[in-house]
């Protein structure tokens, strides 16, 4: 079986690939956590918990090589740390190859999670064809993740050591996402408090449109990625995951209808936070090569229809 290491394994989307990788039946899978405290949650999902920070180089390059790992998935989100863990991989790999004294043998793979943020709000249709951060690109990557491109391009430009892939999913939901508190906090706090009357003010731009995926067939395209790495993935390793594109209106009336909340929606801007700008991007991403060079075949559509099983979800997970 091949081993699979993810980095920030106990979080919110490295766990769900974790469980992917698992249902699959066809790997051995490790994970790196901060805190003891999550090394128990790690374990009672079946995976191989590693405690440590992946932005220490020897801590990292230590786990690949005693544990034999064959493919590396960074889900951390590790921002400006990001050069930091691709560094250290690179040189596990490099290790990797002088073992083999010669011989031809596989290389280690690395997927690094990136994101839809990094088109910012196209005018036009993209896919993982358009190269953000460029003269081709319709618009610049949100503010918070203006570093991505130059990293993407780090990543690509390793493949003389390690077979690679970049994803980038949309807004990752489902199973108790986080990624919508911001905008749904105030509605849950309206629905206990629906006496008072006056707006709900939300942190966003009304025309925002988000590209979204359920944590289930994002895990899933994982899956297919780890199984095509070596050498399965053509020459441009690069892949959008997205299933829908959803107004924000219609997903928070949606919330509201479910919550029971009956107040104005108001929306009031973003306020220069650079991360509620990148919530509230436009997408306008095309999945088809995900399709059809993964096999990717989401399951998970209709948010919006939903939004009952979700919400519930969302609730139960802050509790």
Excluded at 112 to 126: E, F
């Amino acid at each position: 079986m091949p081993r699979v290491l993810i980095l920030g394994g106990a979080g919110y989307i490295g766990l769900g690939v974790s469980q992917a990788l698992l249902r699959s039946g066809n790997h051995t899978v490790f994970a790196t956590t901060r805190t003891s405290d999550k090394t128990n949650l790690l374990t009672t999902n079946e995976i191989t918990a590693i405690q440590g920070d992946a932005t220490d180089s020897n801590f990292l390059t230590d786990t690949i090589a005693n544990h034999h790992i064959d493919v590396v998935i960074d889900t951390t989100q590790a921002y400006e740390q990001s050069g930091k863990i691709l560094a250290s991989i690179v040189n596990a790999a490099r290790e990797r190859a002088s073992g083999l004294d010669g011989a031809v043998g596989p290389r280690l793979g690395f997927i690094y999670t990136s994101g839809s943020w990094i088109h910012g709000s196209p005018s036009r249709r993209v896919s993982d064809l358009t190269v953000p951060g460029t003269a081709l690109s319709p618009d610049k990557p949100g503010r918070v993740v203006s570093w991505r491109p130059a990293h993407e391009q780090a990543v690509l430009a390793a493949r003389d050591v390690l077979d690679v892939a970049i994803l980038r999913p949309g807004s990752v939901y489902g199973r108790g996402s986080w990624v919508f508190s911001t905008w749904w906090d105030p509605l849950l706090e309206a629905a206990a408090n629906e006496a008072v009357d006056k707006p709900v003010s939300i942190m966003a731009d009304e025309n925002t449109r988000n590209g979204v995926v359920h944590l289930d067939d994002l895990g899933a395209a994982y899956v297919s990625v780890v199984e095509k790495i070596n050498g399965q993935l053509g020459s441009w390793p690069v892949f959008e995951l997205t299933t829908e594109t959803v107004p924000v209106n219609d997903l928070l009336r949606g919330v509201a209808a479910v919550l029971g909340v009956k107040r104005e929606i108001r929306y009031e801007g973003t306020r220069g936070n650079a991360f509620l700008e990148a919530l509230s991007l436009c997408s306008n991403t095309d999945s088809s090569r995900a399709r059809a060079i993964l096999g990717w075949d989401p399951k998970r559509r209709d948010i919006i229809q939903n939004l009952p099983t979700i919400v519930a979800a969302w609730k139960a997970s802050k509790s």
